[in-house]
């Protein structure tokens, strides 16, 4: 199994102003992504669960494009900052009740590294809205 790198470097902008947008994964994300993808070896097979890893690296990495353009997430309110989503299928066309991962993000831009897309959380679709903990256990984490 490959290892997910730490960014992606992409041209584009937001909706807004051309920007340059440069894509990391938090431990946190990372941690996810790792964890899913040795869940899915064991359950489909290596060849299967790489290139689902590699998907969802590929579709994170288009968030260089346009990030702002994704809608925010449920549970907000449990946020001290604008925490995005985009759904990852796994597969170029959605199935309907096929198995889809929510993939959570924040827009930031500071002096050091310009405008950064930082992916915070990867999350399957059928577990529940995240509770405090868990959103409190996700920002310690960065």
């Known amino acids: 199994m490959t290892n997910p790198p730490d960014q992606t470097d992409g041209d584009g902008g937001n909706d807004q102003e051309d ?7 938090t431990e946190y994300a ?6 899913t993808t040795a869940y899915l070896a064991g359950v ?3 060849e299967r669960a790489d290139a689902w890893q590699n998907g969802l690296l590929e579709a994170a990495g288009r968030l260089a494009r346009f990030p702002a353009s994704h809608g925010t997430i449920p549970e ?18 959605p199935r309907r009740g096929g ?3 929510r993939v959570l993000f924040a827009l930031r ?3 050091q590294d310009g405008a950064v897309v ?4 990867v999350r399957h679709g059928a577990q529940g809205p995240m509770t ?3 959103a409190q256990a996700m920002e310690r984490s960065q």
């Open 132 to 134: 405090a903990e868990e």
């Open 99 to 101: 198995p889809a991962w």
């Open 30 to 35: 990372r941690a996810d992504i790792d964890a």
């Open 44 to 46: 489909v097979g290596d």
């Open 76 to 93: 907000l309110a449990l946020f001290q900052e604008t925490v995005r989503q985009f759904w990852y299928t796994g597969n170029r066309r």
């Open 109 to 111: 831009e500071n002096d």
């Open 118 to 121: 930082q992916v915070l959380h």
């Open 19 to 25: 920007k340059r947008w440069i894509v990391r994964l």
